[in-house]
């Protein structure tokens, strides 16, 4: 499965952790990618990032 992460994705872990959805969303996030470093998903760039 091929997947796009947007800005906002990125800097979420930078993003104040208290909230329980800024929380989770960082926790998806670190998820995504560790499934991408094991070549589960395949993630898709853009010149524009």
């Known amino acids: 499965m091929k997947i796009y992460l947007d800005m906002c994705?990125?800097?979420r872990p930078y993003d104040d952790q208290s909230q329980i959805k800024i929380a989770l969303e960082t926790q998806s996030k670190l998820y995504i990618q560790h499934l991408i470093k094991?070549?589960?998903?395949e993630l898709i760039t853009s010149a524009a990032l």
């Open 38 to 41: 094991d070549k589960k998903l």
């Open 9 to 11: 994705c990125y800097n």
